[in-house]
């Protein structure tokens, strides 16, 4: 099975902090993904990365930076979290040997900044 | 990307067949159709994918009609763990993302 896992399923920060989500999966997956997730706004792409150190703005990049020095590893950074970045966060991960759109999201992480 | 429309809300008798329809009538040729779920304050879980054939695996099966412009998941025996939100898909040529809608909410009662 492939195991997508994120480092917390709650945080809470103050406004101004740099704040670090980290998602692993073990699957060898090319591609993996960020999204947060909002009631009445659906599931919104902040950045993906299609191989290591290579990334693309989803639709809602501002704010966010990502890193990815390991194939296996995707981190998601606010550098200064601010209270509209209250959210659900989802990492997901998926195979270009199987499919792009095929993909495996962790638990997700519940950031609320205050 | 192909719009979808789906029932806002469904129940379904414990160990009975659950079937969720999707209309998405404006796929185009080469769009798959996918569908996910989300059990409350979990990650969506993909289900099952299909262009044309019908398909089936481990979770459920996938009926697509011949003119392709909607779909049916079956999932053959629900249980109380597969109460969820269902979202249909399609897959969007030159997109990088999943667009959910709002998706039927399944509720399986014992």
């Known amino acids: 099975d492939v195991k997508v896992t994120q480092s917390s399923r709650y945080l809470v920060k103050r406004t101004g902090e740099k704040v670090f989500l980290e998602c692993v999966q073990d699957?060898?997956?090319?591609?993996m993904f960020w999204y947060r997730q909002d009631p009445g706004l659906g599931l919104r792409l902040i950045y993906f990365?299609?191989?290591?150190?290579?990334?693309e703005k989803g639709d809602i990049p501002e704010g966010y930076s990502v890193s990815r020095e390991k194939k296996e590893r995707f981190s998601l950074i606010l550098e200064s979290a601010s209270t509209n970045q209250t959210s659900m966060y989802l990492c997901?991960?998926?195979?270009?040997?199987?499919?792009?759109?095929?993909?495996?999201f962790g638990p997700g992480t519940r950031l609320t900044v205050t | 990307d192909a719009k979808t429309t789906q029932p806002t809300s469904m129940d379904c008798a414990e160990g009975r067949a659950a079937n969720l329809p999707c209309n998405h009538s404006t796929i185009s040729g080469n769009e798959y159709v996918y569908w996910y779920r989300q059990i409350h304050s979990q990650g969506p879980q993909y289900i099952i994918h299909?262009?044309?054939n019908n398909e089936t695996n481990e979770m459920a099966s996938l009926i697509i009609t011949e003119d392709r412009k909607s779909s049916t998941l079956i999932l053959p025996h629900a249980t109380l763990r597969d109460t969820a939100v269902y979202y249909c898909?399609?897959?969007?040529?030159?997109?990088?993302?999943?667009?959910f809608g709002k998706g039927t909410k399944l509720s399986v009662i014992p």
């Open positions: 990365s299609y191989d290591v150190k290579m990334k």
């Open positions: 997901a991960s998926s195979s270009n040997r199987r499919d792009f759109y095929e993909q495996y």
């Open positions: 699957m060898d997956h090319e591609n």
């Open positions: 898909i399609g897959s969007g040529a030159g997109s990088y993302q999943l667009t």
């Open positions: 299909g262009l044309k």
